[in-house]
Nanobody
């Protein structure tokens, strides 16, 4: 098993940037593909980005392409989500998740382990 803890959320003005971190314990993060998702009140959980075990492949949701960047530092057992050009509609709880799959996966049900989430609020 692996435990995940997100950090780095907060309040930011539209057009600003935040970097979220996902720190792992229990098992090395390099054993998993990692995804970032978000969920706003009354909305379904939305796929944002995923990265493969060694960081060789990434994929992004359409709503964040060109603005968000996922990366990982396996030596630090940490995955990051750099968020630029933030918009009020980016306001949500952001989650990282770990999948044992060797394929790129973009649906929440394929991720076995989840963090507790970190709140991101973007003001207009």
């Amino acid at each position: 098993q692996v435990q995940l803890v997100e950090s780095g959320g907060g309040l930011v003005q539209a057009g600003g940037s935040l970097r979220l971190s996902c720190a792992a314990s229990g098992r090395t993060l390099s054993n998993y593909n990692i995804g970032w998702f978000r969920q706003a009140p009354g909305m379904e959980r939305e796929f944002l980005a995923t990265i493969t075990r060694s960081g060789g492949m990434t994929r992004y949701g359409d709503s964040v392409k060109g603005r968000f960047t996922i990366s990982r530092d396996n030596a630090k057992n940490t995955v990051y989500l750099q968020m630029n050009s933030l918009k009020p509609e980016d306001t949500a709880v952001y989650y990282c998740a770990a999948s044992p799959s060797y394929a790129i996966v973009v649906v929440p049900r394929m991720y076995n382990y989840w963090g507790q989430g970190t709140q991101v609020t973007v003001s207009s």
